[in-house]
C-alpha cells in the first residue's frame, strides 16, 4: 500500500468548513484507490500559483514532510496543469498526482464490461495527451521543415500520433455502442416502457435502491463509485406498468468536463431517461454541496433541455433529526423519504414515480 500526503489550497471566499470537507472526501478517494493517508496539508492563498500550484514555501514544508514521513506521493486537490505537474514533482522529489488522476485511477479498478473499460481508456488517453512532455533539445525539432523530415520522426511524436490514432478508434467504438443503445432505448419507447434513472453523488445508495427495486444483486460497497457500468433491469409500479430502471454512475465535484464527455454513451441513459431520480444521502453533513454538484453535471448533460425528476431522500433511518424531514419535504414538494438498506418509503416512491409518469402522459397528450 502507498503512503501518501495530502494537499488543498483554501481559496478566497472559501470558509476551513468547505476544504475541510473536500479535503475528507479527497481522503476517501485516497482510500477507495488503495492508498495510506499519511498526512493533510492545507494552504491559503487568494488564487493557485501558476507554477507550483501552492508556494514556494509550502512547497519546501512539504518535501520535507514527504522525506519524514517516507511517503510515495502527494496528491492535491485540484486537476493540475502539466506544467504544474512537472514542476511539483522535481520539487517535491516524488510521484505527483491530481483529483483527476486519482478518480480515473479509481474508474479503472471499477470498470467490467467492454463499455465501461472503452470510456476509462479514452478518460485517461484524453488527460495523458497533454501531459506528455519532451526532453533536451528534441522538443525543438517538432516544429517541422529542413532537418525533421522522413525518417527523424521523435519518440514523443509517435507517442502523440499513437495516441490520436488510439483516441479516434475509442471514439469510433463508443459511437457504435451509443447507436445501439438507441436502438435499444428506441424499442422500448415504441413499446411504451418508460425508462428511470438513478442519478446523485457517489456513495449516496443509488445501487441499493436499483437493488431494493429490481431485486437485483448488484455490487454495492460503501466506497466511492462502486458502480462505474451502467445496469437496466425490469420493475413494476404499483399499478402494474413496466418500466425500466437504470443505474448510473455516481457525480462528484469537480468533475472534469472531459470525464463527462468520455462517458456520454454512458451518460446518454441519463440524457435521454423519461424520469430521473436523484438520490441524496440526507445524513451528509455537504447534502447541499452534493445535490449542487449533480444539478451542474445533469446540467452540463442535458444542456438547456428541460428534464423531468424527482428527490429521492435515503438513509433515512440513520437520521437522529426527524423535524429534518418535514423541513425538506416542505422545501421539496416532489420528494420522498426512504431508507433503500432497511427497504422503508419504497411503496412511497415507486406510487409517486408512477403518478409522475400519468402526469407526464397527459402533458404530451398520450392516451
Known sequence: MENAVLVGLILKNATAWQADETMAELEELAKTAGARVSHVALQKRDSPDSSLYIGKGKAEEIRLLVEESRADMVIFDAELSPT????????LGCKVVDRTALILDIFATRARTREGKLQVELAQLNYLLPRLTGRGTAMSRLGGGIGTRGPGETKLEMDRRRIRRRIANLNRDIENIKKHRMVQRQSRKKNRVPTVALVGYTNAGKSTLFNAVTQAETFTEDRLFATLDP????????????????????????LPHFLVASFRATLEEVKEADLLLNVIDINHPAMEEHMASVL??????????????????????LLEEEGRLARLKREYPESVMISALKRTGLKELLVLVEDKLKLMDLRRGSP
Open 84 to 91: 504544474q505537474g512537472r514542476n511539483l514533482e522535481e520539487a
Open 231 to 254: 445496469l437496466l433491469r425490469r420493475a413494476r409500479l404499483p399499478g402494474g406498468q413496466e418500466i425500466i430502471l437504470a443505474d448510473t454512475v455516481g457525480f462528484i465535484r469537480k
Open 296 to 317: 451542474t453535471v445533469l446540467n452540463e448533460i442535458h444542456g438547456k433541455e428541460p428534464y423531468e425528476h424527482l428527490a429521492v431522500f435515503n438513509k433515512r433511518d
